[in-house]
């Protein structure tokens, strides 16, 4: 459930790992700020984007920092 998820994220966390969809959810109901991001890691980027996320990963990126190193 996201409830649990939202206590941890308020605790403060060092890896986050999520789908998309609950990274997008997290961030746009304000429990989850992704300026301070460093390092951004899309695991099984081509099958993603094979499945239509592509929209998603466009979102995701726009609320990152500029300067951070992305991995596919």
Do not use: C, Y
Not at 5 to 10: D, N
Not at 34 to 58: H, T
Request: proline share 4%.
């Amino acid at each position: 459930g996201i409830n649990p998820q939202i206590a941890h994220l308020r605790r403060g966390v060092d890896i986050l790992v999520a789908t998309p969809g609950r990274l997008l959810d997290l961030a746009g109901q304000g429990h989850l700020n992704l300026a301070a991001i460093e390092f951004l890691v899309f695991d099984e980027a081509d099958r993603m984007l094979d499945l239509g996320f592509s929209g998603e990963i466009n979102k995701i990126l726009e609320l990152l920092p500029t300067e951070r190193r992305t991995m596919l």
